[in-house]
C-alpha cells in the first residue's frame, strides 16, 4: 500500500492524506499547475515534504537514494535536451543504477527499443531527434532500470506527462505496455490530460486543483461534475462498450 499522512510540500501541494493500493495504475488528472509533478517529485524523495510517505511500509525518507533507484524511476517532465549523446547513450543511463550494461539489460534495452520503435533511433543523435522521437528514447530508458526481467526489486514507476509528444499510436502502444508492467505486480502512476485515456487505462485517479487534492477513487469516481470543477469544461458523459467516454458540449 501507499500510505501518506499530511503529506505536504510548502508551497506546492496542501497536506493530503490517502491510502492506495501499492500496485495497479494510479492516473493524475488535474490542469496545469495544480501540483502533479510536485506529487510526483515528492513521491520519489526529490522535493522536500513535510507529513508523511509509506510505500509498502516503508519510510520514503529511509530510503537510501541508491536503494531507492533500485525500487523506483521517475520519467519527469522533459527539459533541455542532454548534450550531444547518441541515443544508445542515453538508454544506457538506465542501468547505471543497476550497474551498467550487463548482457541482460543490454538485451532488455533491445525488446523495449522494439516495443517503443527506437531501434532505428539507437545510432542517431539525441539532439538531433523530434520531440515525440525523445520522449520515447526517455521512456526505454526510465522502463530499463525498472525493467522486471533484470530488476526484479522494482515496484514503483512514476511518469509526469510519459504522453507529451506522442503521436495516437505511440500514446496507445505506450499504455499497452504499462497495462503490462501493472498486471505483473508494478505500481505504476502517471499524470495526463486525457480525462479519456485515464478512464480508460487506470484503476485509481486522483485529480487535484490549485496544490489541493479534489477528488480521489476508482474510475467512477470521475463524472462531469469533476471535471468542470477541474477544468472548467462543461462535459456529457457517454457509455462505449460498457466504458465511460466524456465529450466536450
Not at 499547475?33 to 517529485?41: A, H, I, N, Q, V
Not at 522536500?48 to 529511509?62: V, W, Y
Not at 542515453?90 to 527499443?113: C, D, F, H, T, Y
Request: hydrophobic share 45%; glycine share 10%.
Amino acid at each position: 500500500m501507499l500510505s501518506l499522512s499530511e503529506f505536504a510540500i510548502p508551497g506546492r501541494l496542501q497536506p493530503m492524506s490517502l491510502t492506495l493500493p501499492a500496485e495497479g495504475i494510479t492516473a493524475l488528472l488535474g490542469p496545469n499547475g495544480s501540483g502533479k509533478s510536485s506529487l510526483l517529485l515528492g513521491l520519489a524523495n526529490l522535493l522536500p515534504f513535510s507529513g508523511e510517505a509509506r510505500f509498502a511500509g516503508q519510510d520514503l525518507r529511509r530510503w537510501s537514494m541508491a536503494a531507492a533507484a533500485c525500487q523506483r524511476t521517475l520519467l519527469p517532465q522533459r527539459g533541455e535536451a542532454p548534450l550531444a549523446l547518441a541515443c544508445h547513450q542515453v538508454i544506457a543511463l538506465g542501468a547505471a543504477p543497476l550497474g551498467g550494461m550487463s548482457p541482460a539489460l543490454i538485451r532488455a534495452a533491445g525488446e523495449l527499443s522494439e516495443r517503443l520503435e527506437v531501434t532505428g533511433l539507437l545510432a542517431r543523435s539525441f539532439g538531433q531527434l523530434s520531440g515525440g522521437e525523445q520522449q520515447r528514447v526517455l521512456l526505454v530508458k526510465t522502463l530499463l532500470q525498472i525493467w522486471p526481467a533484470t530488476n526484479p526489486a522494482a515496484r514503483w514507476l512514476l511518469l509526469d506527462e510519459p504522453l507529451t509528444g506522442l503521436d495516437w499510436h505511440h500514446q496507445l502502444q505506450l499504455l499497452t505496455l504499462l497495462e503490462e508492467l501493472a498486471a505483473g505486480g508494478l505500481a505504476v502512476w502517471l499524470s495526463l490530460h486525457d480525462v479519456n485515456l485515464a478512464v480508460r487505462h487506470a484503476q485509481q485517479i486522483l485529480c487535484l486543483k490549485n496544490g489541493r487534492l479534489l477528488g480521489r477513487g476508482g474510475v467512477e469516481s470521475v463524472d462531469e461534475g469533476l471535471i468542470q470543477a477541474l477544468y472548467g469544461v462543461k462535459t456529457e458523459r457517454l457509455l462505449h462498450q460498457g466504458r465511460p467516454l466524456f465529450v466536450s458540449r
